[in-house]
Each structure stands twice: as C-alpha cells, then as structure tokens.
C-alpha cells in the first residue's frame, strides 16, 4: 500500500474571534497556494485510489483542492481523521488491500503522531507537517507492521514541482 499524507493548507487563525476552532476555514491565500501545491503532489503522486478527508472545513476543502489537481477522485469525509487516535486511522487503513493508494488529509498534532507510528519513530515533533506538506509512506505488509518513508515535502517544495 501507499500511503500519502496532507495537512490541511493555511486557514484562518485558531482563537480568531467568533469562529470556533470547529468552522475555520482555509484563508484565500491558503487556498490559493495550496492549489499551487497540489499540482506539485499530482506530478509526484498518481491519483490515488481512495481520498479520505477529516470533515472540518479547513481539511474538507484541502482535500477538495487535491481532489481537482488529481481529477477522477472525491473526497469522502472521516471522522476519525478530525483528530481520531492513531489506532483508529491504522485501523482503517488496515482495510484496504495492498495494493492500494490511500491519500488522507488531516491535521497537525494528529498527522505527525500517526507518521511517526507508522515508521516506527519516538519522537513526533520530528515529524511535523507544515501546513499543505505532504508525505508518502509505502508498506510491504500489513500497516501495522510500519512502512518505509518514501519522501516529506514541504508547500514550498510541493510547489515548486508545480513549476516544471
């Protein structure tokens, strides 16, 4: 299996007054530059077989962005995603058959936690995704035995891809 990793793109700061941490959704700017990142991702990496999305509206519409420089793929919202244990994500990722590209979109401290889970590392905060970076994880086996990282972008890196 081959697993690629997102952290949902700039949104509107945490604490940001009258909008729950819940509604935040991606800034103009974060769209925009992410929409320049996912044309990165779509050189690097295949459409991938299933996309699945945490459902809040910052992760949901990253993942939408994704699903247009891909084409032929639609989001399909998972809880778990929204800040679900480690366990559970590897738990639904242990359903799909080995062969299978899975792309998720999430976020951070969840996304780093989970990378460093599957790869077998103590220490998550060396994992951290900035916002629109992307990782790619391949198994031999079943998830649960871990997986080899195959590369950690940044954005900025992401969209330069996109350039050419």
């Given at each position: 299996?081959?697993?690629?990793i997102i952290r949902?793109?700039?949104?509107?700061?945490?604490?940001?007054?009258?909008?729950?941490?819940?509604?935040?959704?991606?800034?103009?700017?974060?769209?925009?530059?992410?929409?320049?990142?996912?044309?990165?991702?779509a050189r690097i990496?295949?459409?991938?077989?299933?996309?699945?999305?945490?459902?809040?509206?910052?992760?949901?519409?990253?993942?939408?962005?994704?699903?247009?420089?891909?084409?032929?793929?639609?989001?399909?919202?998972?809880?778990?995603?929204?800040?679900?244990?480690?366990?559970?994500?590897?738990?639904?990722?242990?359903?799909?058959?080995?062969?299978?590209?899975?792309?998720?979109?999430?976020?951070?401290?969840?996304?780093?936690?989970?990378?460093?889970?599957?790869?077998?590392?103590?220490?998550?905060?060396?994992?951290?995704?900035?916002?629109?970076?992307?990782?790619?994880?391949?198994?031999?086996?079943?998830?649960?035995?871990g997986g080899q990282?195959?590369?950690?972008?940044?954005?900025?890196?992401?969209?330069?891809?996109?350039?050419?």
């Amino acid at each position: 299996m081959r697993l690629l990793i997102i952290r949902h793109a700039i949104a509107i700061p945490r604490g940001t007054g009258g909008i729950p941490d819940a509604e935040r959704t991606l800034t103009p700017e974060g769209a925009e530059r992410f929409r320049e990142a996912a044309i990165g991702l779509a050189r690097i990496a295949p459409c991938p077989d299933t996309l699945l999305t945490s459902p809040l509206p910052r992760a949901r519409r990253t993942a939408e962005i994704a699903a247009e420089a891909w084409g032929g793929v639609s989001p399909r919202n998972v809880e778990a995603l929204a800040g679900g244990s480690v366990a559970a994500v590897t738990t639904l990722l242990s359903r799909y058959p080995p062969g299978a590209t899975v792309a998720l979109v999430g976020h951070e401290p969840h996304l780093s936690e989970l990378l460093a889970a599957l790869l077998g590392e103590a220490d998550a905060d060396r994992l951290a995704f900035k916002k629109g970076g992307a990782a790619c994880v391949e198994f031999e086996g079943p998830v649960r035995r871990g997986g080899q990282l195959r590369w950690f972008l940044p954005p900025k890196i992401l969209r330069r891809l996109a350039q050419g």
